[in-house]
């Protein structure tokens, strides 16, 4: 999880290819750019079980189902 200063940091997860970058505020719209050519999920506004999804809703959806069906 990063705070709102993702662009730095989303770019040093892109370089290093994480999956999932989260933040507990809404990402700048640069930040969200970067994540969505570069390939990261990112969400922001993290609060109990609610989030927002900037980019990568693709990735945290076949995450879900993958986790639903370990569970089954």
């Given at each position: 999880?990063?705070?709102?200063?993702?662009?730095?940091?989303?770019?040093?997860?892109?370089?290093?290819g994480?999956?999932?970058?989260?933040?507990?505020?809404?990402?700048?719209?640069?930040?969200?750019?970067?994540?969505a050519?570069s390939?990261?999920?990112?969400a922001?506004?993290?609060?109990?079980t609610?989030?927002n999804?900037?980019?990568?809703?693709e990735?945290?959806?076949?995450a879900?189902?993958d986790?639903?069906?370990q569970?089954?």
């Amino acid at each position: 999880m990063v705070s709102g200063r993702f662009l730095r940091t989303g770019r040093k997860a892109v370089t290093a290819g994480i999956a999932l970058l989260a933040a507990v505020w809404a990402p700048s719209s640069p930040a969200v750019g970067l994540a969505a050519e570069s390939g990261p999920a990112l969400a922001g506004f993290l609060r109990g079980t609610s989030v927002n999804v900037y980019a990568g809703h693709e990735r945290i959806l076949a995450a879900r189902a993958d986790a639903l069906e370990q569970h089954r």
